[in-house]
């Protein structure tokens, strides 16, 4: 099985900083092709913010763009996102996520990268004016 753990989370001020970690453990029966940060506002959908894939490419949302920072740590199978610039609407939930993907053949890249297979547990960010 393929579990994600958080930590990172708190209470900070606004303009403030924070780095949220995420590590997998090894086995499960899924190879991980990308790596997400999801965000959940109270009341509000839950929507990715960034991701990262195995060859390093990375993906933003607008509202994060030039404020967070995500990153891995292969060897040590972590997740990670830098956190900057906080706001009072960056409160809420962030949960990491897992996909896996399908490959053309055996070794090979992969062509698809869409299916999530883990989630961590979400921890809190609270940001205060």
């Known amino acids: 099985q393929v579990q994600l753990v958080e930590s990172g989370g708190g209470s900070v001020q606004a303009g403030g900083s924070l780095k949220l970690s995420c590590t997998a453990s090894?086995?499960?029966?899924?190879?991980?092709?990308?790596m997400a940060w999801y965000f959940q506002a109270p009341e509000k959908e839950r929507e990715m913010i960034s991701s990262?894939?195995?060859?390093?490419?990375?993906t933003y949302a607008d509202s994060v763009k030039g404020r967070f920072t995500i990153s891995q740590d292969n060897t040590k199978k972590t997740l990670y996102l830098q956190m900057n610039s906080l706001e009072t609407g960056d409160t809420g939930m962030y949960y990491c996520?897992?996909?896996?993907?399908?490959?053309?053949?055996?070794?090979?890249?992969?062509?698809?990268?869409?299916?999530?297979?883990?989630w961590g547990q979400g921890t809190q960010v609270t940001v205060s004016s």
């Open positions: 996520a897992a996909f896996s993907g399908l490959r053309a053949y055996a070794g090979g890249p992969f062509s698809e990268c869409n299916a999530l297979h883990a």
């Open positions: 090894s086995g499960g029966p899924y190879e991980t092709c990308k």
């Open positions: 990262i894939s195995v060859d390093s490419k990375t």
